[in-house]
C-alpha cells in the first residue's frame, strides 16, 4: 500500500473528510491517479511541474482534486510520467 493510501485510511476516519469524499468522488479519484503517476514515476511535483513546462502549485492543484484538469493536461501529465491516458465511462 502506498503512502497515499495508508494517508487516505487515516483520513477516512474522519466524518467531514468521509464526505468530501463521496460528494467530490470522481474528482477525488482523479487526484489520486494524478499522485499515483507522478510518485510511481519517482518524481517530485517540482520536477514533474519542469517537465509538464508549469509551476510547481500549478501541479499541487491539481492534485489536491479542487481543480478539474483539462484533458490537455491530462495528457502532459501522461507524457510526463511516461504513462498512457486512458477515460473511460463504467456502466451503472
Not at 18 to 45: I, S, Y
Not at 53 to 66: H, N
Not at 69 to 85: D, F, I, M, N, Y
Request: proline share 4%; glycine share 4%; with cysteine.
Amino acid at each position: 500500500m502506498s503512502t497515499l493510501d495508508e494517508l487516505h485510511d487515516r483520513w477516512s476516519r474522519d466524518a467531514v473528510y468521509r464526505e468530501a469524499c463521496e460528494r467530490r468522488g470522481p474528482e477525488f479519484e482523479l487526484a489520486h491517479a494524478l499522485v499515483e503517476a507522478r510518485t510511481q514515476a519517482g518524481m517530485t511535483q517540482a520536477e514533474l511541474a519542469t517537465r509538464m513546462k508549469t509551476t510547481q502549485s500549478a501541479v499541487a492543484r491539481l492534485e489536491s482534486g479542487l481543480v478539474p484538469p483539462s484533458t490537455r493536461t491530462l495528457e502532459k501529465v501522461a507524457r510526463a510520467t511516461g504513462t498512457r491516458l486512458r477515460i473511460q465511462f463504467d456502466p451503472v
